[in-house]
Structures are given as C-alpha cells and as structure tokens.
C-alpha cells in the first residue's frame, strides 16, 4: 500500500495536551499549604498514581475526591472534604503544557483534530477552551460509557470519526500514556505517536505503568516536534 498522511490525528488530552501534574501540585501545595509543600514531587505523584489505580475508581477527574481522600493520611495532609472536592474541580485550572496551543493550531491547519480523553465531558469541555478549542470533535467517557484502554472506547471514537468520511487507516493516535493508549491503539492496528512528557524525568509521575512498553510508529517529547515532522515532509501512516 502506498504511504499517505493521515485525515485525522486523534489526542489523549490529560497528559499529552494538558500538564495534569503540575496541575495538580499546584492545587495540592496551595491548598494543603506547608503540609504539602515539604513533600517532593515524586512522593505525591507515586501516591496518586498508585490510588488512581485502585480497583474502585470513578470517573475521571470526579475520581479524584476520593483519590484525595485516600492519599492524605499517608501524605500527612488534611482530610478535609472541601479540600477533596475541590482537587476534583482543579482541573479547570490546570495548565496547557507550553507548546500545546500553538501546535494544535499548526497541526489543525492539515489535519482533522480529535480529543479522546477518558475525562468527563465537563471538564473535557473546560480543558478544550483553555486550549482555544481546537479540536473539530471531542469524545469523553460520558459518550464512550468507558474508559481506556478499554478497546470498546476505541471502537467507539472510531464510530463517531466515520461520520465524517475517515477509516482507522486514515487516523493517527497521538498519546503520551502507554498504559491508556499506546499499547492498545497499536495492538488494535492504529498507527500511533507516543509523546514522552517525561522524558529524561525519573518515575512514572501520575501515569499509570504499562505491564511492557510499546514501540510506537512515532516517539516525539512534544506536540511541538510533532508539528515539525508534518510541516518538514508530511505524517505518514506506518504498518
């Protein structure tokens, strides 16, 4: 088959496009004040990677009320309800990382641009006008009624996507969670670009660990050498 660019380049949100670790620290540390100011960073990511990971999760970021409440006493924080509820709502200040708007907006100019996140749609909805709403769909797990790496998730984006004309073989899966979306996007015959945020970092901060790594069509550390490659000679869909 003849190599061609990818119609539609489709985005995990938290982590690829929106820094939900510095999000969050910055939450924790003004709201916890000293408490959570002595903790280094690692220590409260490895805490709340470990709860979002816990067999009774709820829906992303709702879960993250009881994230808190799980994590402080461990922590030293406070176990405070109002603190909790709002580590939840947090998310409508965390931050863009700092090349996400400018190479959406590169990136948009030649593809189709849709966010898959498993966040639910208000915050989805908050997340995507910080980012100057670039995307020409959204999907949450309100409207997948699951979460990645559930395949059914992909199935269902994958659904919505041929609305407008475009197959998997015409989609990029763009993500920075191997967990989530790298190992089963590919195993699932997606071409897909593993954007390593943490690259050079140590730890795995507040993504879950994938049991193995997966080798990824494209391996970038930010959006913005994405929009390099396409702009220099085109994004070629890769077996």
């Known amino acids: 088959m003849e190599s061609q660019e990818p119609k539609a380049l489709t985005f995990d949100v938290v982590g690829t496009i929106i820094d939900f670790e510095t999000g969050l620290l910055r939450y924790l540390r003004a709201a916890c004040g000293p408490a959570a100011a002595a903790l280094p960073d690692g220590v409260i990511l490895d805490a709340y990677r470990a709860a979002r990971g816990a067999p009774d999760v709820w829906r992303f970021p709702d879960d993250l009320e009881r994230v808190y409440h799980q994590i402080a006493p461990a922590l030293g924080l406070p176990d405070d309800a109002a603190i909790a509820t709002g580590f939840a709502q947090s998310v409508k200040d965390w931050p863009p990382f700092p090349d996400s708007v400018a190479a959406l907006e590169r990136l948009g100019r030649r593809y189709h641009l849709v966010a898959m996140t498993n966040a639910a749609r208000w915050a989805l909805d908050l997340m995507a006008a910080r980012l100057g709403n670039p995307f020409h769909d959204t999907v949450s797990c309100d ?33 920075q969670s191997q967990y989530h979306d790298i190992g089963v996007a590919k195993a699932l ?27 990824p069509h494209y391996h970038v550390a930010t959006l913005s050498e994405l929009a390099d490659i396409a702009e220099s000679g085109g994004l070629l869909m890769r077996a």
């Open 189 to 215: 015959g997606y071409t897909v670009c593993w954007v390593e945020r943490r690259k050079g970092m140590a730890g795995s901060g507040g993504t879950i660990t994938a049991a193995q790594p997966t080798v």
């Open 143 to 175: 409207d997948a009624l699951c979460e990645k790496p559930d395949p059914h998730y992909f199935a269902f984006a994958r659904g919505r996507i041929s609305r407008d004309g475009i197959t998997k073989n015409q989609i990029l899966h763009v993500a």
